[in-house]
C-alpha cells in the first residue's frame, strides 16, 4: 500500500496515524482536518479550559518531535467534501484531489442547534467555541441559560457556576442523564446540580428562544418563559457523514462498519465519534483513542482480521466531582451501592462505588470520586465481558 488517508486531525485520526507507524506502515501518509489546529484535546473544553484553569497551549495532543516521527502530510483548515470510492480519490473542498490506497475516516461529530436560534447562542465542540464562551463568560456575572442536561450541558453548568455567574439548566427528561445512567444515578447527578447552587427544571423543553434587546426570552414548554445573558445549548453532536453521502459507503447514524470498525469496502475503515461500529456508535474519549488499534490492523490486512468488543467507558467532571461509568445500564437495571456512601443529598464526603445487576451479573459500574475501586471494577467487567464472548 503506497497511500493511506486519514481524513479529521483530531483524537481519533491523530490515534489511527500512531497506529498505523507503530504497526509497521512506512508509506506516504496524509491526515486532512478541516480545523486550523493540530490535534487538540476536547474534553478540557467544558471543564478547566472554561473556567480558565487551562490555557489553549495545554490542549495540544501532539508535540513536532512526535509529529515529525510520524513523518505525516497535514492538510489543516481544508475540508473533505466528497469521496469517490471507484478511484479511491478524497475530494477537498480547494479543488485538490487525493487518490489512496487506504482510508481511515475520523470526521467526529458536530453539536446539535436548536432551529431558529439566535445566530449567538453558544454551543461547545471546537475550540473556537470554547474561545468564544470563555470571553463571554469574563464579561462578569451573567444569567446563564444551558439547554440539555447532557454531559456537556452539565459540565458547562458547572464551570459556569464556578464562574460566579446565575446558572439554570433545562432538561426535556424528567431527570439528567436518564438513558446513559438509569433514574436511581440520574438522581444523583441532578443532587450535583442542586449543591452546585444551580437550578435544574427537568421534564419541559424549549419552545422558542426570542432576542428581547440585550437578552434572549427562553420560551418553555410548561409556558413559562425565562431571560438569558448567555444561551448554550448542548443538546447532542450529529456524526460528520456529510461529506460521504455521494460515496457507496453504508451510513446511518454514523458509518456504519463491523466490530472491527471496517466498512464493506476494504481498507476503508471509521473510527471515533463518527464510527457506528458493529451497532454502536460512542461519544467517548476511549472509544476514539482505542478503536484505532482493531481499525488500522483491518486496514492493512484488507479485511476484517481482528475485532473488538470492548467495554464502554466515559468519565465527566461536574461540581467538583468526577463520575466514572463503564458498562451499559439498561432499563430494568438493579443498582447497588457496594462502597462508599451516598445520602439522600447526594454522594458523601468520600464518594461511593455503584454496581448495576441483571440476572445476576454486574453490566455496568458507576463512580463518584472513588477511582481506585471504579478502576478495579472496571478491569473485572471487562474480564468477565471477554469471557461472555470467548
Ligand atoms: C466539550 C467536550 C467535552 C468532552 N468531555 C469528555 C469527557 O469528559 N469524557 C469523555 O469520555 N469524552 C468527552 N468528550 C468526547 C470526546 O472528546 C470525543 O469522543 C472525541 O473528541 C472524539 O474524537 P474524534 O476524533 O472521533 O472526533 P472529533 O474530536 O470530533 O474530531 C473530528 C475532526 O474531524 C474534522 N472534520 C469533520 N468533517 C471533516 C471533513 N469533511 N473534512 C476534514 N475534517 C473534518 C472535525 O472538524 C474535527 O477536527 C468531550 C467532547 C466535547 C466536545
Known amino acids: ?45 467544558s471543564k478547566d479550559f472554561l473556567t480558565g484553569r487551562t490555557d489553549e497551549d495545554r490542549l495540544a495532543l501532539t508535540d513536532p518531535e512526535e509529529t515529525a516521527e510520524l513523518d505525516a502530510e497535514w492538510l489543516l483548515g481544508v475540508r473533505a467534501r466528497g469521496l469517490d ?33 439566535p445566530a449567538d447562542v453558544h ?8 474561545r468564544a464562551l470563555r470571553a463571554r463568560l469574563t464579561e462578569g456575572p451573567r444569567r446563564v441559560v444551558v439547554i440539555g442536561g447532557g454531559f456537556i450541558g452539565a459540565e458547562t453548568a458547572a464551570s459556569c457556576a464556578a464562574l460566579g455567574h446565575d446558572v439554570t439548566v433545562i432538561e426535556a427528561a424528567p431527570l439528567p442523564l436518564l438513558p446513559q445512567l438509569g433514574p ?42 425565562l431571560t438569558a445573558d448567555i444561551v448554550i445549548t448542548g443538546i447532542g453532536a450529529v456524526p460528520n457523514t456529510a461529506w460521504l453521502a455521494d460515496s457507496t459507503l453504508a451510513l446511518g447514524d454514523g458509518v456504519l462498519c463491523d466490530e472491527g470498525c471496517a466498512t464493506a469496502l476494504p481498507q476503508v475503515v471509521a473510527v ?64 447497588r451501592v457496594t462502597e462508599g456512601e451516598l445520602l439522600d443529598e447526594g454522594p458523601g464526603e468520600t464518594g461511593f462505588l455503584a454496581r448495576y445487576e441483571r440476572g445476576g451479573h454486574t453490566v455496568a459500574v458507576l463512580a463518584v470520586d472513588r477511582p481506585r475501586p471504579f478502576t478495579r471494577a472496571r478491569r473485572e467487567l471487562g474480564r468477565t465481558a471477554a469471557t461472555a464472548t470467548r
Do not use: K
Not at 3 to 9: C, E, L, P, R, W
Not at 123 to 130: F, K, M, S, V
Not at 313 to 322: A, E, K, L, P
Open 272 to 335: 471515533g465519534d463518527v464510527a457506528h461500529a458493529g451497532g454502536t456508535r460512542a461519544e467517548h474519549w476511549t472509544s476514539a483513542t482505542e478503536q484505532p488499534r482493531v481499525a488500522v490492523t483491518n486496514l492493512l490486512a484488507g479485511r476484517t482480521v481482528a475485532t473488538s468488543r470492548p467495554v464502554l467507558y466515559f468519565w465527566s467532571d461536574q461540581y467538583g466531582s468526577r463520575i466514572q461509568f463503564a458498562g451499559r445500564y439498561r432499563a430494568g437495571d438493579t443498582v
Open 1 to 45: 500500500m503506497r497511500t493511506v488517508t486519514i481524513v479529521g486531525a483530531s483524537l481519533a485520526g491523530l490515534y489511527a496515524a500512531r497506529e498505523l507507524r507503530a504497526q509497521g506502515y512506512d508509506g506516504r501518509l496524509v491526515v486532512v482536518g478541516d480545523e486550523p489546529h493540530p490535534p487538540y484535546d476536547r474534553p478540557p473544553l
Open 123 to 130: 454551543t461547545l465542540r471546537t475550540l473556537e467555541d470554547a
Open 85 to 117: 470510492t471507484r478511484t479511491r480519490t478524497v475530494l477537498l473542498a480547494d479543488g485538490r484531489t487525493l487518490t489512496t490506497d487506504g482510508l481511515v475516516i475520523a470526521t467526529g461529530a458536530t453539536a446539535r442547534r436548536l432551529p431558529g436560534a
Open 184 to 225: 436511581e444515578m440520574a438522581a444523583v447527578c441532578a443532587t450535583l446540580h442542586h449543591r452546585g447552587g444551580v437550578r435544574l427544571r427537568t421534564g419541559t423543553g424549549v419552545t422558542s428562544l426570542r432576542r428581547t434587546g440585550s437578552a434572549t426570552a427562553v420560551e418553555l414548554a410548561d409556558g413559562h418563559t
